[in-house]
């Protein structure tokens, strides 16, 4: 059954950027993608540490990964200095966001290319994407994604790719992405 979900993502994925899913629910009037208020924001994961920022552009701003809890960026390297004083380093990747107006249906995927964690004598060294797709409520308050976490940190953490599987996670719209939309967009 878990294989199954993955693979029907996959696939959805596949078909998805091949078909050239739309990416907002509207354009600007100078043909830029937006989002509407009540899908740019922050959402933050009930019982988890993930916080995904979504400016109305229809782009990844800034994520909170459970990976450190360190807040990342789209193509950037964050360094953050662990409990013992070291340094470690995320490097984020391309950040996704497709969404379908029709279906309220929200797909982000966060990529993160290189991870370099370092705690005593201790280092986790690899990289992870994560997949979030599901349907925002119609008030906008809630977002019900499956969670897809593929990741490579090396012999000393393997993952069983018989045990990658879709995984639930609520998310709550905890601030609406500060910008005023009727006076810039219209229909």
């Known amino acids: 059954m878990r294989l199954k979900a993955v693979i029907l993502l996959f696939l959805g994925t596949i ?3 091949a078909g050239g899913c739309q990416t907002s629910a509207r354009q600007s009037s100078t043909g830029k993608t ?4 009540d899908i740019a924001g922050t959402w933050k994961a009930q019982d988890s540490p993930w ?3 979504l400016s109305p552009e229809g782009k990844v701003f800034s994520a909170v990964i459970p990976m450190g809890e360190v807040e990342i960026k789209p193509n950037q390297t964050t360094k953050a200095e662990m409990k013992d004083g070291s340094i470690s380093t995320f490097t984020a990747g391309d950040c996704v966001v497709e969404y379908t107006p029709i279906k309220r249906e929200l797909y982000v995927c ?3 290319k ?3 964690i370092k705690f005593l ?5 690899g990289n992870s994407i994560d ?7 119609q008030d906008g308050k809630f977002w019900m994604a499956d969670w897809i976490n593929v990741f490579d940190y090396g012999p000393q953490f393997p993952q069983d790719p018989n045990d990658i599987y879709a995984m639930p996670l609520v998310f709550e719209k905890i601030e609406v992405y500060p910008m005023i939309y009727n006076a810039k967009i219209k229909d």
Do not use: H, Q, W, Y
């Open 34 to 37: 937006v989002l509407p208020p």
């Open 131 to 137: 997949r979030f797709v599901g349907t925002v409520s």
């Open 110 to 112: 966060i990529e993160m």
């Open 114 to 116: 290189k991870i370099d």
């Open 51 to 53: 916080k995904i920022v």
């Open 15 to 17: 078909i998805c950027a």
């Open 121 to 125: 004598n201790n280092v986790i060294a």
